[in-house]
């Protein structure tokens, strides 16, 4: 276990080289920048070029843009861009997954095939499709050509909507929520916000849930399942994360960003003994391939590669001088990372057509040619070895940390494998051992670094015995302080959910995967719904959303899917709608009476605990399980009154 005092010195050892060195850093910037007030609050509106519109009123009169759009009305467009925004991240993320499923079911792809195919008939029925006698790949043709048709599906509903319980989707559908088609609702909210269009602010926020909801039970669901189907169901391994985890005497290759495909080739490619040899001949013991942001957790998950860092610590990983290369894919890839690789030897190369930035040397990803993409990627780093100067690694690494919690995998832990359920879990929360069930996701933010906002939040969680499920670059704060090791139950649990973990032999903090993951906790509470005892609607449910540390617009389109699907999200900045009143008292109160979640905006990490430790309360009161039930110990005579016969 990684020694207390030592805490974020890694991070503060590379910042002091920065400063040496004079490197500028996102942690430098965000020192020195100074966030607009107008749009921090969403006082500003640039969507026409009669602006850009600043509706500041300082007197409290009403203010209007040239149009005439009111400061509610911008501050609702402006909330249902970001939603469009990060919808379309996870949507075009899925849309280069669905195109490699198809090839791999089609056979035409040789590196990637059908690896779960269990997983492969659970979503063939969610999407109506005979599997009788028929062979996975006719199974996965015919599912890959139903979900292609959801990109530009016109009417109808989403075939992953049918997961969840039946009552939220008649809510669902009664109140105009269920989302149509996958790209439909994205181009469908960027008309409504241009200039003279719609202009009804609760006109534009539904919108803005349908939308939402059409990501995260679509454009990030469909990812994640057919990721798991082609790559294999994350189940729990070991790994390790800090900069520690870079190694002096290897070739070490970063994979960052968000689309497993080409990394996965790599994790795969690095095996070959040929390459192996090349880098003993430069002088290296061996290949180190490690990842940043959520192609880290993607490779941790289904690899047990190590985490070398989340958002924040991209930059930091460079200035190590110990990177021969770093291979990013797409989204949170920032783009000072060729200006600083430049003071290294360090190659960046960018893989995605999508994704490049001046500076860098481009390999396009090529799905046909994936593994010798991936071979040639390594044979550059190792190529590099010799070129390194002065090298830099920070002694700090984690304990090994569990990973790898799908939302099968917990169903596994709690039931068994041979009777895998969410039974353990619901009967649990019931009995009061456990309180509830909160996702704790997100990014990092430079900004407050070394303030444990993240890990503040989820160590109040965990004491006050409530579960937490993580994915994104949250997990790397909590890996951090090893929260997600088994013995951190013990440490840092309530006696209740330390029970648990302890019988289970989990971590009180699951690792769930990446930003398109947080799917997996839709399916989940969908699970538990479905188990019984907690209500019949994921409102019911005594769970909660929480991004202490977000700053994508991903991170808005998520909450706001987990609000249309009832639950509390917190999140840990002043309101980003705080410019009006309206907008704000409809996303932190109104929302509730239509779909039963909210929002919460509180930068205090020991508020946000307490504002969801206060709603599971509610919820726990709601389904009359207020109170920890005592436990029955069983004396002899009851064991006697047991007995058959
Ligand atoms: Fe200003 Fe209206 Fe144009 Fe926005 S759309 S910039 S409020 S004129
Ligand atoms: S990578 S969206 S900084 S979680 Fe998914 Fe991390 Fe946030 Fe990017």
Redesign the pocket.
């Known amino acids: 276990m990684s020694d207390e005092k030592n805490k974020g010195k890694a991070v503060t050892e590379l910042l002091d080289i920065a400063k040496v060195e004079n490197i500028q850093t996102a942690h430098a910037r965000s020192a020195s920048m100074k966030p607009c007030p107008i749009g921090a609050t969403s006082a500003c509106?640039?969507?026409?070029f009669?602006?850009?519109?600043r509706l500041v009123s300082k007197s409290g009169e009403e203010k209007r843009?040239?149009?005439g759009?009111t400061q509610d009305t911008?501050a609702a467009r402006n909330f249902a861009r970001m939603i469009a925004a990060g919808n379309a991240g996870h949507v075009d993320h899925a849309r280069e997954i669905v195109k490699v499923f198809r090839g791999a079911a089609k056979g035409e792809l040789k590196h990637y095939e059908i690896k779960d195919e269990v997983k492969l008939h659970m979503i063939a029925k969610v999407y109506g499709i005979d599997t009788d006698g028929r062979d996975k790949q006719d199974i996965a043709i015919e599912l890959g050509d139903k979900i292609t048709a959801e990109f530009g599906q016109q009417e109808g509903e989403l075939k992953m909507i049918g997961r969840a319980p039946k009552k939220r989707r008649q809510l669902w559908k009664d109140k105009g929520l269920s989302p149509r088609g996958i790209d439909m609702e994205i181009v469908e909210m960027m008309h409504r916000t241009i200039?003279g269009n719609d202009q009804d602010v609760m006109s534009l926020l539904m919108a803005g849930t349908r939308t939402a909801l059409s990501n995260g039970w679509g454009g990030s669901m469909i990812p994640t399942e057919l990721q798991d189907i082609m790559l294999g169901t994350p189940s729990p391994l070991k790994g390790k994360a800090n900069l520690g985890v870079l190694e002096e005497d290897q070739v070490n290759i970063i994979v960052h960003g968000h689309d497993p495909l080409l990394a996965e080739m790599i994790v795969e490619a690095v095996k070959d003994e040929s390459l192996q040899a090349a880098a003993r001949a430069k002088g290296a013991s061996g290949i180190n391939i490690v990842g940043i942001c959520c192609t880290a957790n993607e490779v941790l998950l289904r690899h047990g590669l190590s985490m070398v860092g989340s958002f924040s610590q991209q930059e930091l990983a460079l200035i190590t001088g110990a990177v021969e290369l770093m291979a990013v894919d797409i989204q949170c890839i920032m783009q000072s990372l060729p200006a600083i690789a430049k003071c290294y030897h360090t190659k960046i190369i960018t893989t995605s057509d999508k994704a490049k930035i001046p500076g860098a040397a481009h390999i396009p990803f090529d799905e046909e040619n994936a593994y010798e993409q991936a071979k040639e990627i390594i044979k550059l780093a190792v190529d590099n070895f010799p070129n390194r100067r002065k090298v830099h690694i920070p002694d700090e690494k984690t304990a090994d940390l569990i990973a790898g919690f799908s939302h099968e995998t917990i169903s596994y832990m709690l039931g068994g494998t041979f009777r895998s359920s969410y039974r353990p879990l619901n009967d649990n929360i019931i009995n009061g051992r456990i309180l509830g069930v909160v996702g704790v996701v997100g990014c990092s933010l430079p900004k407050d670094e070394g303030k444990g906002i993240t890990s503040t939040v989820v160590k109040e969680l965990i004491a006050n015995n409530v579960l937490v499920l993580q994915t994104g670059c949250a997990s790397y704060a909590c890996a951090n302080e090893d929260y997600l090791i088994p013995e951190a139950a013990v440490k840092y649990a309530g006696s209740g959910l330390a029970e648990v973990c302890e019988t289970v032999g989990i971590p009180p903090v699951l690792h769930c995967g990446s930003c398109v993951d947080n799917s997996r906790i839709l399916i989940a509470c969908a699970a538990m719904v479905h188990e019984g005892g907690l209500g019949n609607d994921l409102a019911d449910l005594p769970v909660a959303g929480c991004a202490p540390e977000w700053m994508s617009e991903k991170a808005i389109a998520i909450g706001q899917y987990f609000v249309g699907s009832g639950a509390p999200v917190v999140f840990g900045s002043k309101s980003p709608v705080a410019n009006s009143k309206c907008v704000n008292d409809l996303l932190t109160k109104g929302f509730k009476e239509i779909t039963g979640g909210f929002w919460a905006f509180e930068p205090n990490p020991n508020k946000m605990a307490q504002i969801i430790i206060d709603e599971i309360v509610v919820r726990r009161t709601a389904l009359g399980i207020e109170k920890q039930k005592e436990r029955v110990l069983y004396d002899m005579a009851m064991r006697r009154d047991l007995k058959c016969g």
Not at 45 to 48: A, E, I, R
Not at 50 to 53: A, I, L
């Open positions: 509106c640039k969507n026409c009669m602006g850009p519109c843009g040239v149009c759009a911008v200039v």
